[in-house]
């Protein structure tokens, strides 16, 4: 951490800056230059960051050097995490596809979205049991019927199971159902939920908050390992911006900057992230041309019919269409949709 | 609503739209033009919004002519909503200062900023102690032992408590201490927490998320009102742009543009909002002439020790002068911050 | 367009407003709700933008129905624009590289950085003599004596030209050098310059502004082919976000929504895009996956010696293993970076 | 500058840019961790900027110490600079009102316009000659026709004028008429515009770019001081965010920001900044009460008749009841709007 002094402070004023530096235990460095004092406190950055400095009014600013994140970083761990779920590997060389409705509706669609995305190509069943709505009048979702459905299903399938969970006190009812438990954007930072999540032994997937900068959505990802789980699989799904052609601005960039970042696999929600079925099949080609590690797309067998999120779900017509294409481009990275 | 076709629409499709808008019991106005065939629904929107026709290819777009809020519209109670909360009314003529540290961390702390800023001209004491934290080693606030120190300095000063409820499982622990429940703007969607709060019967501050739209807030504060409490004070706190000197940027239109679309009284907090310490007392006289019904500021006696948030808060002796700067500008509104 | 009355109008406003409709020549259709009337205007939406209906106190808002942009939409033009350049065809079969140096620094540096990209696969040279720099204290570039190095080094490597104009009185002098007229994402509402360009038989590179909606830039389009022009390329290169990691968000949906509303051809600038070189490569692929036309890429024969934005450029030993990336990506789709 | 070299870089990397700074006529002054060497750079940060050390892959990250800005810098001047216009004062004591229509449209518009805002308190005339439009179909401006009624409109009122020049061979023109050279966001980074402006020896208003920092707006007026020219007024007009009910986010704080950073004068334009006549007069109290040492209003006799943004537009009557507000916010901080 660089502790930038304010020009013209007094040496007394750096003196007690440096005081409180060596009472947490960090070691100081000054650098006197002309106009200002500029002060390296070496040691661990959390213990800079809790002692308050920049309420002093000499402290101009304070700069951190390093990540607030360890668990999730490269620097700790160097070799990609890879996580198995059923039989796909989330993390290596297979580009895994999530797919099915937005919401769980009814055992019929469910059943009929599975078989239909897992011919073209999907190997994980997605769809929401729990919903998180803007509108108080919306529908809310099956709750736990909702899991008995998509449990139902994965036994005719054999397709693993991801499914939102909402709040820390669902965690272990969820938990019974699913395969990967989703946290999603506006659940980021739900701290409690983090560190349930943490106690478990299962995957989680962490959907990167609305407004979320990267660095916070591996500290939410840091949370969770914190907690002892090591399975964080992070899913972009596009930030908020000032355009409105899309419901979301997809940060494709992301994928890189997170894998150079952390070991953690990405994997790409273009459905939420552009919020326009039209957009999709050419969004989840250029996820995979950056380098994520898999899909999650939205696909309802009657879109028009759909209780939530019509708009932005593919028939099962059109993913199939997309697997192929997104296969080619897979391949052209030594991977594959097939594991 | 208006559901706008694409050019080149056939009859049969433009038939196949109104078809549905009347099998869920809307009226059809269509408007047939040169080039493009428009429908106009008219009866409930909600129920447009459900039926999922952006998914038709169709449809080019769907745009709403009314607010999906009902109970916190203006069009549904036209003149202001007032609450009265132990001896400060909030809504009124009184601008209400609600101030105290970031976190609780000990008894003597509280009640020091406690009586510093009711002598400045405070009303409501804040303190928090459930702390949403970005990094899971930061101190994370004292919990119960929190509230039990909030309501022992509420005896001693008499000053109402606002604190924040970070869940809906701890909603009636809380309540047990605080007269106003806080919701962060981590937590503006966390939707169970919002039901539950619709169960009580006492006041909600409901802070704005750092990227939630005016609409989305106002959706989230009907939420609680749709389950009953009608008592919701909105919290301007910052959202989040580009520019970084401040750590959010603090949107005063959103008062009057709140005020114009709800009856709901609208309080700013110029600490989260801009991050330093620096620029709250010109935000708070900036808020109080944009027509806030009050502030939440932090105080804290020794910012330079605070366990959280050094940085934006200020001294008490800082706030007591801000108070007197604040009570000229609220008098210029006929206000007052004595009640 | 539609507009919106606010609730309680009289039938004497909603008259005043059909009146004024009626006098600039648009057809009137009413709509009258339970709580509100709503009036179409049925002609050249135009006409309404003009009219100010909006500063009228019982008007709520207006609501357009068609895009503002014409000549440069899908409508005006259903087939894809496809420009000849050299022997390079822009908005066809072909995945047109753009690459070389951000700014012109001296004719050796040139030709070997276009040796190097022609060698790689690239096919426009791309270089700046007129530089846009934040701090009046940076390099301002070479201005004509660039525009000369760059002529020759084309006779030299019989590349084609792309290369920054700063304002309308340049434009014939950058002509007279230049193969593509670029202009940068800050000057892309520089609408004087974008009617000089109108004028030009020569075609436009257009970046979009940083902070610009797809609907604007595509109006600064709009401009230039109102002025005659009708070759325009649109170049993304990144909005700016919240996010501090990127030194812009690339926005890739826009090439597929761009591709949807207009016919123009699309190409992406990762470079300026990521403000990093070590994003590039991952964002060039992603970019042909999305389906753009052709990439800009900065590629110095030194980066670390170079006077403008060395951070993002590519060495030519990694640009070249970035084009036999991109060629496969592009093989995907039936394109490819030769002709 | 703080040059963060990666994790386990060598002795000889290190040694490699300790050299490169040293070469421009930097010091150096190494701080050498546990885990990874940190490069302070003592001397101009300029030249560490110029030198392109992040392109080197062991250069992690560069972190700058003092802000890129010398003559607007408040450690340059301390006392605030004030200028004289007219019998105006900008910087000090009083708050200047300049009102007026957006576009100049006819003499009997701007007169009635100027005799109704003078008459309430406003002491600078605006109106705009040559308009940006984002639409090439749209109202452009009467050009020098326009500035030649303001011209006739000083004589018959006194008041100053203040109107935007959109490039820099328009500057000696405009120049012959403004009183106030205007520049729009749009151009707020048209460099060779400012550097024009920084030839003249007369006012300079600078708008805020639409996404511009408020260092790259200091940087705009750091380009016209160091041509010369130290008259420039910032004029912040709303940032560009994600929320739609407002046309831009006006950002209040960066009153009190660039207070501190700079001696210039800051004023503020609401009407562009809420792009609604609704907000203007809070936001205008709001301004004032933030410190602003003056405001720019759009004023037109009949707004829903403007050729340009009557939807923001006051009527002469209502910013006579703003004038009201404002001079009792001005007074609480011992300011007027008159002198």
Wanted: proline share 4%; glycine share 8%.
């Amino acid at each position: 951490m660089i502790i930038v002094m304010r020009k013209d402070t007094t040496e007394e004023q750096v003196e007690q800056v440096a005081e409180r530096l060596k009472n947490v235990g960090l070691g100081v460095h000054l650098s006197v230059g002309e106009f200002r004092t500029i002060i390296g406190a070496i040691g661990d950055e959390k213990l800079v960051r809790e002692i308050g400095l920049e309420a002093l009014p000499f402290v101009e600013k304070i700069l951190p050097i390093t990540q607030p994140f360890k668990l999730v970083s490269r620097e700790f761990q160097e070799e990609d995490s890879v996580f198995n779920i059923g039989n796909c590997t989330i993390g290596g060389k297979q580009v895994v596809l999530m797919a099915g409705p937005c919401a769980v509706e009814s055992e019929e669609q469910v059943l009929e979205a599975a078989l239909g995305v897992k011919a073209a190509g999907a190997r994980i069943l997605r769809g929401g049991a729990f919903k998180p709505r803007t509108s108080p009048y919306s529908f809310q979702g099956l709750e736990e019927k909702g899991l008995q459905i998509l449990a139902r299903v994965r036994e005719q399938t054999g397709m693993p199971i991801v499914t939102e969970v909402m709040d820390q006190h669902s965690v272990s009812l969820v938990a019974e159902y699913a395969d990967i438990m989703q946290v999603g954007a506006r659940n980021m930072q739900n701290f409690y939920l983090l560190r349930e999540l943490g106690k478990l032994n299962k995957p989680v997937l962490l959907k990167r908050g609305l407004s979320a900068t990267i660095e916070e959505w591996l500290m939410a990802a840091e949370y969770i390992m914190a907690g002892g789980n090591r399975q964080v699989i992070l899913c972009e799904r596009g930030i908020r911006t000032f355009e409105t052609m899309t419901r979301n601005t997809l940060d494709l960039s992301a994928v890189p900057v997170v894998k150079h970042l952390s070991h953690l696999p990405v994997i790409v929600d273009p459905s939420h992230g552009t919020g326009n079925w039209r957009w999709v099949p050419s969004m989840c080609c250029a996820a995979v041309a950056a380098g994520a590690d898999g899909l999650m797309v939205e696909v309802h067998p009657q879109p028009e019919q759909a209780l939530c999120d019509g708009a932005q779900s593919l028939t099962v017509a059109k993913f199939t269409t997309l697997c192929t294409q997104v296969e080619k481009v897979a391949n052209v990275f030594g991977k594959s949709i097939r594991g």
